[in-house]
């Protein structure tokens, strides 16, 4: 579990980081366990007032394209940077005129027990042809647990930041090492390193940090 105190360093790091003319306004960066997301704003492409929809669609995706291309020297040093300080692996995406794009990401295979009358739901997914397999039916509902319930999952995450605080004024604590004003989230148990858990892995052009 990441504190909101170490999401703060890291965004804070990322926003020193970054050239201030890389995107429109302050990059939105999440992270987990397993990697960083970094996503900004580009400028829209100017178009006619009388532009089509498939027009648009076409020159916003260009724009998007020009800017990966464009910024793939400066966006993988700053990958590289932030992998050896934070350890994790960096994602980069865009916001362009509404339009959301991801250029990489990781895929962390996660392995789970079931009984029957939750393997009954996966196998019910498949057969009505909303998903294509069981692990792409558990990814199809763990979506829509996270579309339906995200101020409740909000409220969880910042109720286990208490409990950690708590459990770090205990007697036992052990000193924390990262306690100085270089502190930065830790490593973790990384990709693939918890119980029951696969390998990571990114997609074909994730070098590109």
Known sequence: MITNEQK????????????DDLFE??????????EITV??????????????AAEREAAV?????????RTRETRVAVARDAEHRFRRKVSW???????????????????????????????????????RSRSDALAWCVRLVQRHTDD??????????????VRAQGPDAAPD???????????????GRGRGEGTASSTPDAEEG
């Open 177 to 191: 090492p990262n306690a100085d004003s270089d502190s930065e989230p830790g490593p973790g148990p990384g990709p």
């Open 25 to 34: 306004e302050p990059a939105e960066v999440t992270v987990d366990r397993e």
């Open 93 to 131: 995406g865009v916001v362009c005129d509404g339009e959301r794009a991801l250029f990489t990401h990781v895929a962390a295979p996660v392995m789970t027990r079931l009984r029957q009358p939750e393997r009954q739901v996966l196998d019910t997914l498949i057969a009505a042809g909303v998903a």
């Open 39 to 52: 996503i900004g704003r580009i400028p829209a492409p100017r178009l006619a007032e009388d532009a089509s």
């Open 152 to 165: 409740w999952l909000t409220e969880l995450r910042d109720s286990l930041e208490h409990v950690q605080r």
């Open 8 to 19: 703060e360093k890291l965004r804070g790091w990322f926003a020193g980081r970054l050239p």
């Open 61 to 69: 995706t260009a724009r998007i394209q020009e800017f990966r291309e």
